[in-house]
């Protein structure tokens, strides 16, 4: 017990003073930013042209996430360390890059959607969206290089005007009556519209990916104490449940008033009724609309490729100068730029993302926990492994779902990536773990025929 006290004091002792500010508010509220952006916003408004309430599954999935991450919320809070350099000083440093590259692969896809959220946003106003893209790439890499305090601060303020923005379109609709009926409609649209295994691909890898985020473990580490770490995630659980059927609800107002032409994409049809309530594109509060969905983007994109510079530069492969940190951010840029390009569903792209780091991390880290809870030990070896064949199996699983998309399992990419990743993970860990303790002990005492 003793050992474990000293341990705890140890970090808090190594971790700076400002690492420990956070009150309750402050701590939801950067939660709920990590993931309220436009890949929430026009991804669940996408998704409900389709299925109606249904459309909600992503955001009520992220609510659901934060109230699985208070499992391993005190765990954060006293190893502060990020997953792979917990797991990279256990099991090596192969552990530690390969986890750390999951990550990075993760958040490439997580930026590229708000890319192309933005676009499809800017569209309405008659932007090019190649040209859109290119514009938003530079913006997106510059944010990235300013300091975070000086964007956060910026991007939180606007936040609240974005919510603002969606009920006032509702209240222009005559259709806040439509906050009341989604919630009630959302499980019965789910049970009719949505199949299964859809539901159960989208739902598995959104909460998974919550309790593995390092978005969310980066601010959980700055709480006060333990209980306002946990009073954060139900905080911004509750919060993030109610946002979730906010895009929903001016969707089916929206397809109520029967505004909404035939010939524009799910992704088109929030930022038009924002542009409609706002009196068309050449209006001045029209473009105050619009740009209140760009700017979450703004935020998010700029953090996530922050988030990445800095996970490259962790790995020490390359010095931590300005230099190399403006070097990195620009490839950063790049990578997300040409996935952008690719376009697709916004809520498919980001799990197709989640699912790939979620196959790879999450097998080696039940491994650590139960180290660290003395259930059983696996060899460093066998966790090398398991991490790496994991890998290997989801990043090939999403490249192949990404160039044919209907080369999938049972008509759900995340659920296909989620089972070829860790069915990989989990078969690799056991067989590297138990082979040769079965050959040990066959060799040690070898079967003997009876006479």
């Keep these: 017990m003793r050992l474990e006290l000293t341990h705890i004091e140890n970090n808090e002792t190594n971790c700076p003073s400002h690492h420990r500010s956070l009150d309750v508010w402050s701590l939801a509220t950067l939660l709920i930013c990590s993931h309220y952006g436009l890949g929430f916003i026009l991804g669940t408004a996408e998704q ?48 530690k890059v390969g986890i750390a590259l999951m990550s990075w692969v993760s958040l490439v896809g997580i930026a590229a959607v708000q890319m192309i959220a933005a ?21 997106l890499g510059l944010l990235s290089l300013t300091p975070v305090e000086r964007a956060s601060q910026v991007f939180r303020g606007l936040l609240l005007f974005n919510i603002g923005t969606l009920l006032y379109a509702l209240w222009q609709l005559h259709s806040l009556s439509e906050l009341e009926f989604v919630p009630l409609q959302f499980l019965p649209d789910l049970q009719h519209q949505v199949e299964w295994c859809h539901e159960l691909g989208i739902s598995v890898a959104t909460i998974l990916m919550v309790m593995v985020d390092m978005k969310c473990q980066q601010f959980i580490v700055q709480a006060k104490t333990v ?3 946990y009073w954060g995630c139900v905080l911004a659980a509750i919060a993030l449940f109610g946002l979730a059927f906010l895009p929903t609800a001016v969707v089916l107002a929206g397809q109520h008033q029967d505004i909404i032409p035939g010939t524009l ?85 980001i799990l197709n993302f989640y699912a790939a780091y979620v196959s790879s991390v999450w097998i080696p880290l039940i491994a650590y926990l139960l180290a660290q809870t003395n259930r059983y030990m696996f060899s460093p070896r066998s966790v090398q492994m398991a991490l790496l064949i994991g890998a290997i199996a989801s990043v090939a699983t999403l490249g192949v779902t990404l160039v044919d998309s209907h080369s999938v399992l049972f008509g759900s990419s995340e659920l296909t990536i989620l089972m070829m990743g860790m069915g990989a993970s989990c078969l690799t860990l056991l067989l590297t773990q138990l082979l040769p303790q079965v050959l040990i002990g066959y060799l040690k005492f070898p079967h003997r025929e009876e006479v």
Excluded: C
């Excluded at 001045?284 to 953090?303: D, E």
């Design 265 to 349: 994409s799910g992704k088109e049809i929030l930022p038009y009724i924002l542009s409609w309530v706002g009196g068309g594109t050449k209006h001045w509060q029209s473009i105050l609309f619009i740009l209140s969905l760009v700017v979450p983007a703004l935020g998010i994109g700029s953090n996530v490729l922050r988030i990445q510079t800095k996970t490259i530069l962790d790995l020490e492969i390359f010095p931590n100068s300005s230099f190399t940190r403006i070097w990195i951010t620009i490839l950063n840029t790049l990578f997300v730029f040409v996935i952008a390009l690719r376009g697709g569903e916004i809520v498919n792209l």
């Design 119 to 139: 676009a499809a946003v800017l569209s309405i106003a008659g932007f090019s969206s190649k040209l859109t893209m290119i514009g938003l790439a530079i913006t």
């Design 227 to 229: 209980r306002v770490a």
């Design 48 to 95: 409900s042209v389709a299925v109606g309430a249904a459309g909600s599954l992503y955001a009520v999935s992220l609510s659901i996430g934060f109230l699985a991450l208070l499992l391993l919320v005190k765990f954060y809070w006293q190893t502060i360390d990020q997953i792979w350099t917990l797991l990279g000083n256990r099991y090596g440093s192969l552990v």
